[in-house]
């Protein structure tokens, strides 16, 4: 049997497309994985580190050969496949923004509010990935297990980090006067 490498493109480019975003978020939040984040409290089922490298890159194949699978069975952007194919930009836009909000500018609450809008978009995509392809939305599964997951690890590492009632201070500052001492 003939390889199409028009198809194997296709499918390569789709999977290629959302790794992008982890490999530019891994080379950005690298620096602060040893600094500020090193310094947070976590909860005791934190993952160790080299654990979401993998998970991540795993999920990101997943869910780009996902894409392909509804592109080509929906009919790309002119037919029913539209809709899904948005909410799968919208959701990947929401993945790739989560870590400068948490890392780069050290937001835990706010990586709260997105991280449950990620999730949430994650979790529309699923269903409507299904309904254009059924294998496209089972490879939904795992991320959005892993984004509820993340959503209860990021607001664990809010709360066992946010300043106590009274004080207006923020993990920023807070880590900032310990680095001074």
Not at 44 to 66: C, D, E, I, K, Q
Request: glycine share 10%.
């Amino acid at each position: 049997m003939p390889v199409d490498y028009g198809t194997v493109a296709k499918i390569g480019a789709a999977v290629v497309l959302p790794q992008l975003g982890g490999f530019v978020n891994g080379y950005l939040t690298r620096r602060e994985i040893e600094g500020w984040y090193s310094k947070l409290n976590f909860p005791s089922f934190r993952p160790p580190n080299w654990v979401f490298g993998p998970v991540w890159t795993s999920l990101y194949a997943g869910m780009g050969y996902a894409s392909y699978l509804v592109w080509k069975t929906g009919g790309g952007f002119s037919g029913p496949a539209r809709v899904p194919l948005i909410l799968y930009g919208t959701q990947l836009a929401l993945n790739w923004a989560w870590s400068p909000i948490f890392f780069s500018c050290h937001e835990l609450k706010w990586s709260v509010v997105e991280i449950v809008a990620l999730t949430s978009s994650v979790a529309a995509t699923g269903v409507a990935f299904y309904s254009i392809d059924r294998l496209a939305g089972l490879l939904f599964v795992p991320y959005f297990a892993w984004c509820a997951f993340a959503t209860v690890l990021n607001y664990s590492i809010y709360k066992l980090n946010a300043p106590s009632k009274g004080s207006s201070a923020t993990i920023t500052e807070i880590t900032d006067t310990d680095k001074k001492n």
